[in-house]
């Protein structure tokens, strides 16, 4: 039987090094978090012969990380169960770069700071760093050892001098982990494709195709054109292999307890070394179930619940973002919801909000995106928010339902291969440039790279030397800063938006990428670019002195704080989305324009959700209404109270 008493007998012995105060703290997180970690894991494994050996097992990782937690992150520990929302407030902003492609690696970052402390972030994403496999690593999400950094950026002692200079600055550290699957040369992988037990049993591995088969009539194939099918044969092992991603991506067999104590082992070591914040990556897929398409099934959010425990007994300071790139229904629960309310994760991608920003602007209309994000999403959440973005490291799926599309009389189908047409660049009168990604004929299913900038016409504004079109692309750029500053959450700004970075077409060059047009907006960072956001009238300065304009304006209002909810209105002005954020002071009021043309809302609809002194928190003036209304020029954006 799971009880708190034998938790806490496991657990003594391992830690009679510390101080009493240190054992009390231990002993009073494991009592506020020991049913939130034994009821999903019994849920999970309770049937198991061998479960409360493995959950023994698993406290005893939870007593050692206690014990090898350096002070600084005690500390910080303590600080974060003072101030639980510190990742809810108003001034956590994100930036997100790979190391080698911003200034080429660790040591190089400490010599970047202050430029990102200029722009005004709080939380900073390294995307993969940790040990991937040699060759084409999926962008480094292929990781061969967990507890290694890749050495091309640095070591493990590099990234804790980082995580370090960022907490002195007030900074937090954002460090991928790979759940669903490792790389083929993980020493598990080896283990287990020597058929070295217990290994075998970390993985999916088959001997014939009987299962095989019946798993794939209802999967998906998330990479068709270079990753056909979901499982792979391996002739000196004898076995079929689950690789849901690539070849190279062998799934973890999460059915299996030792996977679950092996992943929170690692979690809880990268908190140890100073990560504050962990991307779990590849959630959704998790957990396999035949008859489905193996995504987003309950199973996950149990251990995704079981997770989050952990992490507050033995890190309390460690919060977790989800990513889960799946549809609005599926992806409120890796907020938490139901018993996992407050439970599971603390942020996770606004994936619509992304989508729907680029539909809008598109087609000019904001009827599809204020029905959607209306229809599918709670105002606020408990312990999590999002983390609203513009553009990633990934590409763009366009995550229309056809039952979204329908509820506007518009066709799914019709609408979601027209937005791919859009922004290759190709459909008549687009303004963007970018390609095409893993488009496969069969399904109909297309999706995009680009960069943030050549997606929004600065690109092609550039190329037809037009300085009007060059105004406009900047003018879009901003007014979706402004859109991820206030909807809820933390804004997430991807590595050279904030300079207009265009696309990159030298990957085609690079044996390990070009077959990957995602890597057309995964430029080198342009430092001599960078230099110029301070030269009046340069479009660097232009954009970087707006989005900082824009963070620093959000820091400044109590009611965009996470906990204060997103209320979508509906205008009677097609092209102007609209929301409301309910703070503690006063309600603020946010008007988005999507369109080229000027567009106004009468001022009595603004004065009837809420608006009294019609002061814009953006500029920091009055917004005049003569004739009563509120204009708003061309990809205007206004804050009003």
Known sequence: MLTLERARATCAPLLKTLAPAERELFDLRLKRSFSDLAEPYWALYGHRADATERFDGLLARLAAAWVDRPDPLRHRDLEVDLEPDWFLREDMVGYVFYLDRFNGNLRGLLERLDYLEELGVTYVHLMPCLKPRPGDSDGGYSVMDYRQINPALGTMADLETVAAALRQRGMSLCVDLVLNHTAKEHNWAQQARASVAPYTDYYWMFTDRREPDAYEATLVEIFPAHAPGNFTWYEDAGRWVWTTFNEHQWDLNWTNPQVMIEIIDVMLFLANRGVGVVRLDAVAFMWKRLGTRCQN????????????????????????????IVSPQDLIPYLGSGIHTGKEGNLAYHNSLMVQF??????????????????????????????????????????????????????GPAHRNFLAEFYTGSFPGSFARGDLFQSNPLTGDKRNSGSLASLAGLESALEASDDRAVATAI???????????????????????????????????????????????????????????????????????????????????????????????????????????????????????????????????????????????????????????????????????
Request: glycine residues 6%; proline residues 6%.
């Open 475 to 641: 003018q879009r750029i901003l007014m979706g800063h402004a859109l991820i500053a206030s909807f809820g959450g933390v804004p997430l700004i991807y590595m050279g938006d904030e300079l207009g970075l265009l696309n990159d077409l030298s990957y085609l060059e690079d044996d390990h990428h070009k077959h990957d047009s995602r890597w057309m907006h995964r430029p080198k960072f342009d430092w001599a670019n960078a230099e110029r956001r301070s030269a009046p009238g340069t479009i660097e300065a232009q954009l970087f002195g707006g989005i900082r304009h824009i963070l620093a304006r959000r820091k400044a209002m109590p009611g965009f704080h996470a906990d204060a909810p997103t209320e979508l209105l509906q205008t009677e002005t097609d092209g102007i989305f609209a929301f409301r954020r309910t703070g503690p002071i006063q309600p603020v009021v946010a008007l988005f324009n999507f369109t080229e043309n000027w567009l106004a809302v009468p001022r009595s609809w603004a004065t009837a959700v809420g608006v009294r002194d019609f002061v814009d928190h953006l500029s920091q003036g009055h917004v005049d209404t003569p004739n009563d209304v509120i204009a708003l020029p061309p990809y205007a954006r206004v804050w009003l109270t």
């Open 297 to 324: 099934e309950p199973e996950v959010h149990q251990i995704l619940h079981a997770l989050r425990a952990a992490s507050r007994i033995a890190a309390p300071a460690l919060i977790h973002k989800e990513e889960a």
């Open 358 to 411: 680029w539909s809008a602007l598109a087609t000019r209309s904001t009827k599809l995106m204020t029905h959607v994000l209306a229809s599918h999403f709670p105002k606020n959440f408990v312990n999590a928010t999002w983390a609203t973005y513009l553009r990633c490291h990934d590409d763009i799926g366009w995550a229309i339902t056809d039952e979204d599309a329908g509820a506007l009389g518009i066709s």
